[in-house]
């Protein structure tokens, strides 16, 4: 069975950007691949955060995953700290990194912009990405248009790890984008991101989305509600065609051509439509969180499965690369 490897930073809870770009496909992968998934807090830390509250963050986006269809059942749910092997492998693909590929990557690059002293941690962040992948020996990873650059230099350096090392070790993985590859922000401009506050979140509640919802960006052109307006261009029809369904979608979009609903009646129609949706993935969340022992096993039980398999991949890594093996006994778990 192939393997598929996913990672998403413990940002609280999912928002529409993260769920449609990446955990809605994960959901549907769990059911036909052998898939790891996991919590990201090492490249939480990169930027600036708030350690007492990184727990809950980690917690909520656990939750969140488990509301949204992720199955421990059929894939591994894991926190990324939890397996320790995440950053032995990181170091040794660090020496095979160059400094100017890390350099070029775009993320690194908007992210260093907004910082007056650039850590090193974000800088290596892509290489950390690939020992998340390669621990697993993943074949597949699917994610948003973001992640696309590093999945690349991913590939790179399993090409260059393999040459000096060992040429079958690792797999090149493929990156996996589905149709939601860039969830526009309500801003209507920027990618949808916790970051720039232009989110709906995945377990906001009726209020809380008619709230967001309201004042979000439309066609810039539909100034007066006789203006008609180009669906094509609005993000609020964007919207429509993942919650709405399709003859819905067709009726909003010849009303706003011939402006025979104002934006706020399309937004209405939308929000009712995202209710319809997000209701069980909210009720989902309420029970688990009044089970909050049930999720910390669920991530135990990830991190006991995902370990087994990253102790194999670091033995094979450290053979190949000349390192020592240890005369100690192995601590007994
Ligand atoms: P993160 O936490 O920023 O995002 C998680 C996933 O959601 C996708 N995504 C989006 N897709 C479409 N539109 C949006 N507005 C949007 N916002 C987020 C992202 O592309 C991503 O797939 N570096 C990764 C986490 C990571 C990882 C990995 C991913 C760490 N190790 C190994 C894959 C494999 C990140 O920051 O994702």
Redesign the pocket.
């Known amino acids: 069975m192939r393997r598929v490897?996913?990672?998403?930073?413990p940002?609280g809870e999912l928002?529409?950007?993260?769920?449609?770009?990446?955990?809605r496909n994960w959901v549907e992968l769990q059911e036909q691949y052998d898939c790891y998934f996991?919590i990201?807090d090492y490249?939480a830390i990169t930027q600036d955060y708030d350690a007492a509250a990184l727990p809950a963050r980690t917690f909520d986006m656990a939750v969140s995953l488990l509301a949204a269809g992720i199955d421990p059942s059929h894939c591994t749910l894991f926190v990324?700290s939890h397996v320790h092997e995440h950053t032995e492998l990181a170091w040794v693909f660090n020496t095979v990194t160059p400094l100017g590929d890390l350099e070029r990557m775009t993320?690194f690059k908007d992210k260093s912009k907004r910082q007056e002293s650039v850590l090193a941690g974000l800088l290596n962040?892509?290489v950390?990405?690939?020992a998340?992948?390669l621990l697993y020996k993943a074949d597949l990873?699917?994610?948003?248009?973001?992640?696309v650059q590093?999945?690349e230099l991913m590939r790179e350096i399993v090409r260059k790890w393999n040459a000096k090392f060992g040429s079958d070790v690792f797999p090149e993985p493929e990156a996996m984008v589905g149709k939601?590859?860039?969830?526009?922000?309500l801003d209507g401009q920027a990618?949808?991101?916790k970051s720039l506050d232009n989110t709906i979140g995945l377990l906001d509640t009726p209020d809380q989305i008619w709230e967001r919802l309201r004042p979000a960006v439309t066609d810039p052109a539909r100034v007066k509600r006789t203006d008609p307006g180009t669906p094509e261009v609005c993000n609020i029809y964007n919207l429509h065609k993942y919650f709405s369904p399709s003859d819905t979608v067709t009726h909003v979009a010849a009303q706003c051509r011939s402006a025979g609903w104002g934006c706020i009646e399309c937004k209405r129609v939308l929000a009712d439509n995202m209710e319809r949706t997000l209701t069980d993935f909210r009720h989902r969340a309420a029970e688990l969180r009044a089970h909050r022992e049930r999720v910390h096993e669920i991530l135990d039980d990830g991190a006991r499965r995902a370990t087994a398999v990253a102790r194999e991949t670091m033995l094979e890594v450290r053979r190949h690369m000349g390192l020592l093996d240890s005369e100690q006994p192995q601590t007994p778990e």
Not at 15 to 23: D, E, I, R
Not at 180 to 185: F, H, L, S, W
Request: aromatic content about 6%; charged content about 15%.
């Open positions: 490897f996913s990672g998403i930073q940002s928002h529409l950007g993260n769920y449609l770009g990446a955990v996991c990201v490249h990324q993320q962040y892509p950390l990405q690939a998340d992948v990873v699917p994610v948003g248009e973001d992640q590093h999945i939601a590859r860039r969830i526009i922000g990618k949808m991101s």
